[in-house]
């Protein structure tokens, strides 16, 4: 029987974008069992798009509208568990902003079966909860528009420690982003889901990070493409975030979640110690006022001793209900 995969989306107010994305995800040779969509209480109109895609034909999408904007990570959260209900082997992550090659859902998931060819069974004992399978995840290779690597998407390790052998064309990473993020369920039913709360920005990061740490297997299939459309190719500059109307909330989580996750590598405390006492002095030469200066500090000096981990949630038991047949790849 085929592996069932649930691509599980999050929008907010890029109705047009979302339209590429869905096309990409229902055009694909290895095509998704379902589609979920997280509408983050867009106004856009991105309601009425969803409400006439969902009856068509191709891929069922099931689309689930918050009461308020939850963020990326409130809104990866919710789709997840959303998509696990449908009972997956696996759960495609996907931006709205993002538009997958017609191959890559079926390239990670020959990455995958290759994986199981040369990976043993992990033993319990080893940070999960009983025995589960090595591959965590499986991440695309993440281009902007003109075909360039995205600088915001580029999957690594979080140590120097040698990397296990893997076959040709993949590689052993740490951590990845949520443009084209293959999860296995095991993996999200004994790790948790993202952290809700993170709102934007280094969620993806702590969350494959996690799952790396727990034993997981995380792995680049370079074969694998997504198409990244953002306005611009750059990742985070936190030395220069702005802090317009409607966008320093959005940058005082992104130092806060980015200090926070960055304190758990190796001499972490120090780097991300240092990096607090140096963001103000940057922030003020490069002429950012005086009250949007504190509340950018607050947010990094809150993420030296935020406890994230405790907010950590599980996703609720599987259905024992029989699972239905599976639809054949075309």
């Not at 029987?1 to 990409?24: D, K």
């Not at 499986?138 to 076959?167: C, E, F, I, Q, T």
């Amino acid at each position: 029987m085929p592996e069932r995969v649930a691509a599980v989306v999050v929008t907010y107010n890029r109705r047009a974008l979302l339209e590429q994305c869905l096309a990409g995800l229902r055009s694909q040779t290895r095509a998704p069992a379902t589609i979920v969509v997280v509408d983050n209480c867009s106004t856009d109109g991105t309601a009425e798009l969803l409400a006439a895609v969902s009856g068509g034909p191709g891929t069922p999408l099931h689309s689930v509208r918050t009461p308020e904007n939850l963020g990326g990570a409130g809104g990866f959260a919710l789709g997840m568990e959303r998509a696990l209900a449908l009972d997956p082997d696996w759960l495609w992550l996907m931006d709205d902003d993002s538009v997958p090659e017609a191959d890559a859902l079926e390239r990670l998931l020959a990455a995958a079966e290759a994986l199981n060819q040369v990976l043993p069974e992990a033993a319990p004992g080893q940070g999960r909860t009983g025995l589960q399978p090595s591959v965590g995840f499986l991440a695309s290779r993440v281009l902007w528009k003109d075909g360039s690597p995205h600088g915001m998407n580029v999957p690594g390790r979080m140590s120097r420690y040698r990397a296990r052998a893997v076959p040709g064309g993949l590689e052993a990473v740490d951590y990845a982003s949520f443009v084209s993020l293959l999860v296995r369920r095991e993996a999200v039913r004994a790790c948790g889901l993202p952290i809700a709360e993170f709102f934007i920005g280094s969620d993806d990061v702590e969350y494959t990070w996690r799952l790396t740490r727990a034993g997981f297997g995380g792995y680049l299939v370079h074969s694998s493409r997504v198409r990244h459309l953002t306005a611009d190719n750059a990742g985070i500059d936190v030395w220069n975030l702005p802090v317009e109307p409607g966008q320093l909330e959005k940058s005082v989580c992104k130092i806060r979640n980015l200090v926070a996750v960055n304190r758990r590598r190796p001499w972490g405390w120090l780097r991300e110690g240092l990096r607090v006492v140096l963001l103000p002095l940057a922030w003020r030469l490069r002429g950012v006022g005086a009250a949007e200066r504190r509340q950018l500090a607050r947010g990094a000096r809150a993420g030296l001793w935020w406890n994230y981990e405790a907010l950590i949630r599980y996703p609720c038991a599987p259905s024992d209900k029989p699972r239905a047949p599976a639809p054949d790849a075309p």
